[in-house]
């Protein structure tokens, strides 16, 4: 049998086990002119809110040894005008594309389900429970009572696969899974940003105005997969992994360990068309090792006795 890419996640099936991370493509017109977006299995744009919302102030990003801190607090044009002149061309790129929906509290999130629902050509909804640039952003990503009860509501609000995107910020990232999976979710995402700092030391300034931001990129690919783990270990669900990932044996690591998808966020800026390379050298080790289809090697980690 030929080799395949095709993956399924619950209700989510994709051409290949590739997506775009939140926040780290815009909506895929960005990336469009580098590589064939087919190469994705899904496109997943950066979280849309009810209202636009302007964001933090400058400087929002700065650079770290293997990384990226930024606080652009979800900085993004509201429902409507998505509605009306992103998704339509979302659609249009030969691939699934994924809303991911934030809220500033419980009621936002559950309208945004419930308006997103109506609309056509959504693979699925990620639900941003976690972000650490902005106000309150943490409640739903940290406390396994408000996570349950913000799945369980969005569950309800709508039809589409829905995908919880946990935060690493917290002390056990499987309990929090846990509470997601009570919570009706059919895919867990993880991770989001760590928490991090930069300072100009000759200044006595903080690089972000936000003085904290969150933390991607390759130098957090080790605890990236280090909360894989525990969340594959924790729940029965599909896991789709984020966090530095850059080259196939990245997603193969992850799949290891037992995600079954994977998310490229930061790398796109140092390397657009990543995807083209990273699905070319995915083939030709997975022929190489006689596997047929990336499932074949999801959770087989051989631990210690
Ligand atoms: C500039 C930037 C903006 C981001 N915006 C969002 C966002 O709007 N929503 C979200 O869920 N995650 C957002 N993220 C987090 C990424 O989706 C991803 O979880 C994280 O960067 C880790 O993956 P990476 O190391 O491959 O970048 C953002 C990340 C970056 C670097």
């Known amino acids: 049998m030929a080799l395949s890419l095709n993956v399924k996640l619950g209700p989510l099936e994709l051409a290949t086990p590739l997506l775009t991370a939140s926040g780290c493509a815009g909506y895929g017109k960005e990336l469009d002119a580098y590589q064939d977006l087919a190469c994705f299995g899904a496109i997943i744009g950066k979280s849309i809110s009810k209202m636009p919302r302007m964001g933090n102030p400058y400087p929002r990003t700065a650079e770290v040894t293997a990384g990226l801190l930024n606080a652009i607090g979800l900085q993004n044009e509201g429902f409507d005008s998505f509605v009306k002149s992103t998704l339509p061309k979302m659609r249009g790129f030969g691939t699934k594309a994924i809303v991911n929906v934030v809220g500033h509290d419980f009621d936002e999130y559950v309208w945004l389900c419930e308006h997103f629902d109506a609309e056509e050509g959504i693979a699925a909804l990620e639900l941003n429970l976690s972000c650490p640039n902005v106000k309150d952003g943490m409640k739903f990503a940290t406390d396994a009572g408000e996570c349950e009860r913000l799945v369980a509501a969005c569950r309800k ?149």
């Open 157 to 305: 609000a709508t039809r589409l696969p829905l995908i919880a995107k946990l935060s690493p910020n917290v002390t056990s990232i499987a309990e929090i899974a846990r509470a997601a999976e009570r919570g009706g979710a059919d895919i867990l995402s993880a991770v989001n940003t760590f928490v991090g700092m930069s300072v100009d030391w000759q200044r006595r300034e903080p690089r972000l105005a936000n003085v904290t931001g969150g933390m991607s990129g390759p130098a957090i690919k080790p605890l990236a997969l280090r909360c894989v783990h525990e969340v594959a270990r924790a729940v029965k669900l599909p896991v789709m992994a984020i966090g530095g990932i850059a080259s196939a044996d990245d997603v193969l690591e992850f799949m290891v360990v037992g995600a079954s998808a994977c998310q490229i966020g930061t790398f796109l800026f140092v390397e657009p068309d990543a995807a083209t390379r990273m699905l070319a050298e995915l083939k030709k080790k997975l022929i190489d090792a006689g596997i047929k289809n990336p499932a074949e090697l999801v959770g087989t980690l051989k631990l210690p006795a």
